[in-house]
């Protein structure tokens, strides 16, 4: 072709083969590796379950002394973790990305798993509100509220909470290079965990990802500063949840 200058029949007829042949096998590929991406998803919730019933094994079997609360610095290494490891929406063509996808909230009717993790609105020992990362352990449908853990106490501290005071955390990172639409934008008022805490607080979005990798560079409200916001920091997809509230003036 190239020393002809031009396609001949024979050659137009070869590369569509060779094209067509392509084509088949990328998709024969992308398919082995959404299988291979749903037998992890699998293998995941199979270990989940299995926590889930051995910490509630552990709650009721009082002829085991009790379990060490877990040291801050195991409970940090271990919400990293979860946040790298949360799996990437990769949708067909066409495709949207699905509630608990990034920003993408989810639908009305949701019901979070036990041993799903969630942003909760709870009282504080000093009487005022405040967000916490807890974890879901039952909802009752008869009277609609979620009892929940808080994460950071090993679940000695118990909540009874009502459904407008949970908000479930994403499931799925959304990919900025493919769905940006599923990301919170610059600016946007969100509730963001702040780094080496257990709590969520309000915050600005400063720069959502631009690479699936990435996490959000965040602004959180501080009075301190004097422009009410404390420098950019980084808080990853998993963590940053809407918030409802309307921005302080």
């Not at 009305?108 to 005022?128: M, N, Q």
């Not at 009502?162 to 955390?169: A, G, H």
Request: with cysteine; glycine share 4%.
């Amino acid at each position: 072709m190239q020393t002809e200058n031009k396609i001949s029949p024979y050659y137009r007829t070869k590369l569509r083969g060779l094209y067509t042949t392509a084509k088949a096998d990328a998709e024969a590929e992308c398919n082995i590796l959404r299988r291979a991406l749903d037998k992890i998803a699998e293998i995941k919730t199979l270990l989940e379950e299995r926590r889930i019933a051995a910490k509630i094994a552990g709650l009721y079997n009082d002829s085991e002394p009790p379990r060490k609360t877990m040291r801050r610095g195991v409970l940090m290494t271990l919400l990293q973790q979860s946040a790298m490891t949360l799996p990437l929406w990769i949708g067909k063509p066409g495709d949207k990305p699905p509630p608990l996808c990034g920003a993408i909230p989810a639908s009305g009717d949701y019901v979070a798993k036990p041993g799903d993790k969630v942003a909760a609105r709870v009282k504080a020992v000093d009487g005022d509100e405040q967000w916490i990362l807890a974890e879901v352990v039952s909802y009752s449908h008869a009277t609609n509220k979620y009892e929940v853990d808080d994460i950071d106490e090993e679940g000695k501290e118990r909540h009874t909470l009502s459904r407008r005071r949970i908000i479930p955390l994403p499931q799925w990172k959304a990919n900025p290079e493919t769905d940006p639409e599923a990301l919170f934008q610059k600016d946007q008022l969100v509730l963001a965990l702040y780094p080496q805490t257990t709590c969520f607080y309000r915050a600005l979005i400063h720069t959502p990802p631009q690479r699936p990798q990435e996490d959000y560079s965040v602004l959180f409200e501080d009075t301190s500063y004097a422009d009410g916001y404390s420098p950019p920091l980084n808080v990853a997809q998993r963590y940053v949840v809407a918030c409802k509230e309307p921005k302080k003036k």
